[in-house]
């Protein structure tokens, strides 16, 4: 594999940790939490197979940060009406209020994840 590629790679991952932190810092969450409040913004009633599946995450780690952003009152669960065992998440008042304020015009992306960024953009157009 070509070196360069990962220095690459290894700022990439430094910058994301940065970008972590300062939205840990600013918001209190961490970037799987902002994650899964977007997550469940814009697929109310998810289960947590499919939000395990949606994040690319293990159903342990995804029950971790469910669990974080139920325990901030971020989000709530609901039994499905066919399963009792089955459970949905929607977004509660308080998580929409936080996530007015995550959106990328008020979070500053560091240079290298900007790029990035802008080069996904334009490939999906």
């Known amino acids: 594999m070509d070196q360069e590629c990962i220095r690459r790679i290894r700022t990439i991952y430094r910058e994301i940790a940065a970008f972590e932190g300062s939205l840990q810092q600013r918001l209190g969450l961490n970037i799987n939490e902002a994650m899964l409040l977007c997550l469940i913004d814009d697929k109310e009633h ?10 690319n995450l293990t159903p342990s780690n995804a029950s971790k940060v469910i669990a974080s952003l139920e325990k901030g009152g971020l989000i709530r669960r609901k039994a499905c009406k066919e399963d009792k065992r089955c459970m949905k998440f929607t977004i509660s008042t308080r998580g929409k209020d936080l996530l007015h304020e995550l959106n990328c015009d008020s979070l500053q992306l560091p240079t290298e994840l900007q790029e990035l960024s802008d080069q996904v953009a334009q490939a999906e157009l």
């Open 46 to 55: 998810i289960s947590s197979g499919e939000i395990a599946d949606e994040m």
